[in-house]
């Protein structure tokens, strides 16, 4: 896939996620059931495109060490986010109401070093990870100094409150369209050079 397309399609996702989430919660409840099946799948495809994204990021950063040891710790951070949705899915799956789904995550999360490397600790380097990567190319004047600002408000948000997931995903496609459109005049370039 075009990496131009993931820098838009990725937060664009993750706006799918929060608004489906927020509704699948206007019941007083979330999940199980096609939203919260529906929400997950969507951030789930928003990560598989982060992997291409750090890895154009660390390009753009010049594959320096440092790019390259954030975007392969960013990575690992979406496969554990990977992990964490996907047992959402099937503990979705396999309760019949929202009641029966705290159980089935008690016994996931007691699972030695699960939790720790699945919610609580992995998750956290891919956040770190997209911030890292996008001050590493403001440091380099290669991105606007807005850019890491706007990524850290959006990585911010649902810490505050989760219902603000789609509010960030808007700053996180702010912050995209200029790398996006960076990533397009670089592909244009070699073809030129070509012509």
């Known amino acids: 896939m075009n990496s131009r397309i993931s820098f838009v399609a990725a937060p664009l996702l993750v706006l799918a996620y929060g608004v489906i989430r927020i509704l699948d919660g206007l019941d007083g409840s979330r999940g199980p059931g096609l939203a919260w099946t529906a929400g997950h799948l969507a951030f789930m495809a928003a990560l598989v495109l982060f992997v291409q994204i750090f890895w154009r990021l660390r390009a753009m950063a010049g594959r320096n060490g440092l790019a390259t040891v954030t975007a392969a710790a960013g ?20 309760a019949a109401d929202h009641d029966a789904m705290g159980p089935l995550f008690d016994q996931v999360q007691s699972v030695p070093g699960g939790q720790l490397a699945i919610y609580d600790g992995g998750p956290f380097l891919f956040y770190l990870a997209q911030l890292g990567l996008v001050v590493q190319l403001a440091v380099m004047r290669r ?10 408000i959006d990585l911010a948000l649902p810490f505050a409150d989760k219902d603000l997931i789609p509010l960030g995903a808007v700053f996180l496609l702010v912050s995209f369209l200029p790398l996006a459109r960076r990533t397009t005049e670089a ?3 070699p073809a030129a050079a070509l012509a």
């Open 143 to 152: 991105t606007k100094a807005w850019t890491p600002v706007l990524v850290l």
């Open 187 to 189: 592909a244009a370039r």
């Open 75 to 94: 990575t690992v951070g979406i496969a554990t986010l990977l992990a964490q949705f996907g047992i959402d899915i099937v503990v979705g799956f396999m």
